[in-house]
Structure formats: C-alpha cells, structure tokens
C-alpha cells in the first residue's frame, strides 16, 4: 500500500531553500521561483548568492558585473549575449582587432591597459586601451624576429631578437634606453626567453645555444652565466624559462631534453638536473609556490617534477596525442594535445586526475593554454579560441577567429599557425593570429 503523505503547511527555511538551489540548473532555480513567495525570495536579491555560485560556475569573466546589478540579472545578461554571439553578432563581444604587423606574431603580454606585441617584420609595438578602442601607440624597431618580451615594474619593455640583442625600452616614450649582445661569441645566437626576477632586481635572457645570462635591470652589468648542457655536454636550446617572485632567488630552465634548477646566488652550479629522453620535451609551465613543474612531451606523456627535491613525482600518459601546450595554476593542470583535446587535471601529492569531462571542441592540434580557477582558454590551429570551466569542463564561450583564407602580410606562425598565443585577464581575453591580434572584451558596463 503506498502511503500518503501530507505535505501542507510545511514550510522550509529560506536558507535551507537556497542550499536547495545550489543543487540545481537556472532553468530549475527559475520554475522553483514560482511556486510561491518563499521560494521566490530565496533567489531574489536579498539572497543573490546563489545566483552567484552559477555565475561563477558558469561564465568565466564575471569581475565586470556593475556593483548595483543583481547576479540574476548579469547571468541573464551574460546568457543573452552568448546567445546572440553564436547567432552571428560578435560586436556583443566588443571584439577589437589589433593590426599593423606585417608578418606572423611571435610574442605577447597583456597588462590592462597595455598590449606588447612582437612579430616577424622585425618590429615590437606598444599598444594601449583607451574604453573599447586600442590605439599602437609605439612601434619599436628590431630589424630581425622578435622572439621575447617582458614587462618590468610598470615602466620597462625587455626585448630579445633573433640576432642575439637584449634591449631595454622605456614605455612611456617608446625610447630605447641600452641593448646589449646576449652571447660574447663571434656567431649570434637568437634569444628564445626572457625574464625578470623582481625581489633581485635582476633580468634573465635564454639563448639558442643553451645559455641564460643573468644582467642587472639595466642590461649593463653581465653579472653571471649559467649554462644549460645536457650529461653529455651536449648545450641545448632553451625551451622554458622562469623564476621565483617569493624571494626564492630560483630560476628553472628547460629544453628538450633536460631541466635545470638554478640559484643566482650562485650561479656556477644547478642546484639539481633531471635529464629527459633526448627531443622529446616539447612545453613547461612552473608553479614556483608548490615547487612543481610540470612539462609535456612529443610522446604524449605529462611529468611532474618537484624542483625542491629534484625528484620526479608523476609521469603520466595523456592519452591523445603530443602534448603541444600545457599549464599549471595552483593544483590544475591544463594540457593541450595535437588531437585538438584540451585535458584538465587536479593534482594531488603522487597522482593525477582527470576531471570528469575532458574539454573538447577544436578540430585541429591546440596550439597554447592558460588558466585560472574559473576557466580554462585554449587556441588551436583550426582558428578558434574556447573557454570551458575548470570546474566541470563545460564550454562557455568558442570564439571564431574568422576567415582562415590566406591574406597577403598575413603569413601563419610556422610552428603555431592561426592562434599562435592567447592570455586573458580579468574582462578580456587576447588571441594571437597570424599577424592580427584579437581583443574579446566581455565588460557589460
């Protein structure tokens, strides 16, 4: 016999309601509002977190929302543009085109209102957001392939070139303070990296045959040179470079086949060397504040490598392919595959995992990623950028790059054709195409 039960006059806590909604998609938290005032006001203003949480779960830019709008009405917004975006009106994106090189873009930083750019015409350009609307505002020349760019305490533009030439900038002026030669060898040796450590005031250059240089931050003073060989003193280009902004004094390069961890304190002597199977490193992405570096291989396979200890932890196929692009943000890890599969991994201590959904969508190789704990960005060969969620792999947004039809001075990356880079930060997300750049702007102001 079913048993009957009587469920009137019962009445939930409004906070008890709302915990309810967490459970739920917006289509559900909408017809739960109407059944009566109780559960109406459980997802009205006065309790807008829990249109919050699905914001936040949801859209991967939501720092832009007004402060007197209500989380409902911005996830409203924000779906409604979404929708008009796939329906053909970009312009709800305030897509902004940035063009003036005349080949491929190598490099680029994003620093709100700023944009650097380097390319292969032999030129660098400083451009600057004025609302919606970027002006170049100085346009540096090199004379050969920009490979490196780094920004430096709100003033200064670093520079490395394929002729092997360090230079400094000033940004306000688009001046060049000094340039200086990477290598004190006859034959020039193009600079793959560039990178500055804060706390010693201190900038780093990688070269092409293996070298990093250590310079005051006036490029003046050749204080140091650590070089990059592998067991067989073999010396190898240098993939990755990156150092330690906590007062570490650590700096971490890789090639492909080998990673060396570095004091500049004293620099004659890595502090440990892990040597790799020969080429098959192909990307790197250090976080220096749990001391894991993580790096990708031609064979498909993710390492994780404790630059503390000197020991690797993890090792772990991928599954789809060459790893061509990866990523590490806290205890997430993003993995770019020549399959066109973006993999999002959580790491604990000794192993790895694959979070339920793997982030799908590109129909060629994936060519660069990047994270934070919301999102997840990645741009491909086949033209497109896309962001998913980190926290469920969801797709929230896939950005066309547009026509893929040759152009004249508009040659692909010869390594990273059509989306050769992307960056974000919190309302905008820079992609790098060809010899274009393409600023999405997602404010609702």
Partial sequence: MAMETDYEGVEFPTDVISV??????????????????????????????????????????????????????????????????????????KMMPLRGHKNYINCTLLYDPLVFSGSADGTAKIWKRTGTTFSDMYTLEHGSLVTALEYYDEKWLYSGDSNGIVHLWEVDSGKQLFAVQHSTAAAKVAINSIVVDEDSEVVLSAGEDGSVVVWDDSLKNRQAELQHTSHGGIAAPILYLECAWDKKQQVVSVSRADVFVWDTRSAKKALHHYSHAPQDISCA???YTSDLLVFGTNSGVIHIFN?????????????HGKITAIKIKGERIAAGTSSGICLLFTYRPGSLHLTSKQLQGHTGAITDVALDDIKVISGSVDGCSMVHSAMNGDKMFALLGGSMVPRDNDPPHPLKPWISSVKFDDVQLLAARNSMMRVYHFDLH
């Fill in 20 to 93: 309810i909604y967490s459970f739920c998609d917006p289509a559900t938290v909408c017809r739960g509002a109407a059944v009566c005032t109780d559960w109406y006001n459980a997802q009205a203003e006065q309790y807008d977190y829990v249109w919050k949480v699905m914001t936040l779960e949801r859209w991967g830019f939501a720092s832009d929302r007004p402060k007197d709008m209500p989380y409902k009405l911005y996830y409203g917004a924000k779906h409604l543009r979404k929708v008009k975006w796939e329906k053909g009106r970009p312009a709800d994106f």
């Fill in 285 to 287: 992405s250090w976080n």
């Fill in 307 to 319: 630059t503390k200890t000197g020991v690797e932890e993890i090792h772990q196929n991928g599954g």
